[in-house]
């Protein structure tokens, strides 16, 4: 079982930058595929990124392609997710996920990933 905590979120206004970082422990952090979610208030939580285990291939949300990017190191048991060209749709909290067992149909489906970090929050000024 992976524990996974989440770091990075802040108050930054549109057009700014934010690195966030997941830092996992407690497994092998090379079995599971990652993923970042997010959940604005009064919505549903909505996929952001994912990253296979190797961290050879990534997948994103429309909403953030071209400016969003998910890398990992598997030396380092962490993931991370680049935000550029922020805006305040952006405006939510950052969860972190992790799989073992992920399939590529269900990379973009919350209920895939059975554990989850407490999250970290986003808030975008216009």
């Known amino acids: 079982q992976v524990q996974l905590v989440e770091s990075g979120g802040g108050l930054v206004q549109a057009g700014d930058s934010l690195r966030l970082s997941c830092a996992a422990s407690?497994?092998?952090?090379?079995?599971?595929?990652m993923a970042w979610f997010r959940q604005a208030p009064g919505m549903e939580r909505e996929f952001v990124a994912a990253i296979r285990r190797s961290g050879g291939v990534t997948a994103y949300a429309d909403s953030v392609k071209g400016r969003f990017t998910m890398s990992r190191e598997n030396a380092k048991n962490a993931v991370y997710l680049q935000l550029e060209s922020l805006k305040p749709d952006d405006t939510a909290v950052y969860y972190c996920?992790?799989?073992?067992?992920?399939?590529?149909?269900?990379?973009?489906?919350?209920?895939?990933?059975?554990?989850w970090g407490q999250g970290t929050q986003v808030i975008v000024s216009s």
């Open positions: 996920a992790a799989s073992a067992t992920l399939i590529s149909s269900t990379l973009r489906t919350a209920t895939a990933y059975p554990y």
């Open positions: 407690g497994s092998t952090f090379s079995r599971y595929a």
